[in-house]
């Protein structure tokens, strides 16, 4: 009886869900009178036996603007689907995806796709045919060679390529002037792409986990840049020039080799956030008390060393009183 009740219950939700416009369980889908009315199907983690492929059904709602399939066992993607004239976003992470079997192209309309742990080698090349496409995200794949593909899609706006096997990228990825972020923590790169510094419209620098020892003074090209996150690399040192960068308000070097606070970033003004922790830094300079913007600051994980112990406790007093968060 309950467990009648419990079906019932899950039955009338997920109809007055379908009746908002959106859609959690196949039985509904395929039942709806009024598919029309459909704005977005989400099927991710359903329960039950997992889809391995797209319902038919889907090819009814004519308005539909998301279709989110992921945790299922699809490994194509029909070319009927381009036909949704509505749609915006789709994702397909967790899915067995068969990079020949994406049939998906000449859309006008759809700005998002997710492929995140896919198990993708190389990218799904119908993709580049999808004008309006802005974000394209393959996180937690296999890929070792950055996509040329990508570098034709004009409109991209952000790439996701976090956790993947990169060592290199193409000196064509300048041509994706739209571009305002590309994550590429976790992958294997042992130099700072130099074609990153030929794209100003970056706004977040995201190259954290890898094994980089040098940053490039054409870094300082990035005039837009607000974030910069460099943890986890084998740093010592920083340009001078990356204070001509007044944009920037996040800076994050833990985790790398740092054994004292570069000079440069006590004269980057506009910093709220600064994390310096994990490093080999032993001393904190007073010059910390002209970043009159910091509202945080991480400083664990160093083997910080005075003297006299008293100033260390009278100069973190000080940042405090700035209205400074500090992060021991």
């Keep these: 009886m309950k467990s009648l009740l419990a079906f019932l219950l899950w039955l009338g939700m997920a109809q007055a869900y379908a009746q908002a416009g959106v859609v959690t369980s196949v039985d509904v889908l395929e039942k709806t009178q009024r598919p029309d009315t459909i704005l977005v199907i989400n099927l991710s983690r359903s329960q039950g036996t997992k889809l391995t492929a ?61 492929l995140a742990d896919c198990a993708l080698r190389q990218f799904p090349k119908q993709l580049q045919r999808n004008k309006a496409l802005k974000d394209i995200v393959l996180n937690n794949n296999t890929i070792e060679t950055f996509p040329k593909q990508l570098c034709r899609m004009q409109s991209l706006r952000m790439i996701g390529l976090y956790h993947n096997q990169l060592s290199s990228l193409p000196a064509r990825l300048k041509q994706l002037q739209s571009l305002t972020y590309i994550d590429l923590y976790y992958n294997r790169f042992r130099e700072f792409p130099a074609v990153l510094c030929k794209i100003p419209s970056q706004r977040s620098l995201a190259i954290s986990y890898n094994q980089i020892d ?47 606070i570069p000079p440069v970033v006590l004269e980057m003004s506009n910093l709220t956030e600064l994390d ?53």
């Design 214 to 260: 040098r940053i490039p003074e054409e870094i300082a090209q990035l005039t837009e840049l607000h974030e910069i996150y460099l943890r986890g690399n084998r740093l010592t040192s920083l340009p001078e020039n990356l204070k001509q960068l007044n944009a920037v308000t996040v800076l994050c070097i833990s985790e790398n080799a740092f054994t004292a």
């Design 54 to 114: 797209i319902p038919e059904s889907v090819r009814r709602c004519i308005h539909l603007k998301e279709l989110l399939l992921a945790d299922q066992q699809i490994a194509a993607v029909p070319r009927w689907v381009s036909k949704l004239d509505s749609l915006k976003r789709m994702d397909f992470s967790r899915n067995p995806i068969q990079p020949d079997q994406v049939k998906f192209r000449r859309n006008r309309h759809v700005e998002s796709i997710t």
């Design 276 to 328: 310096i922790s994990n490093n080999l830094i032993k001393q904190l300079p007073a010059g910390l008390l002209q970043l009159d913007h910091l509202k945080t600051l991480f400083i664990k994980d160093n083997p910080l060393s005075y003297p006299n112990y008293q100033d260390y406790i009278r100069l973190l007093g000080e940042i405090r009183r700035q209205g400074t968060t500090i992060h021991e």
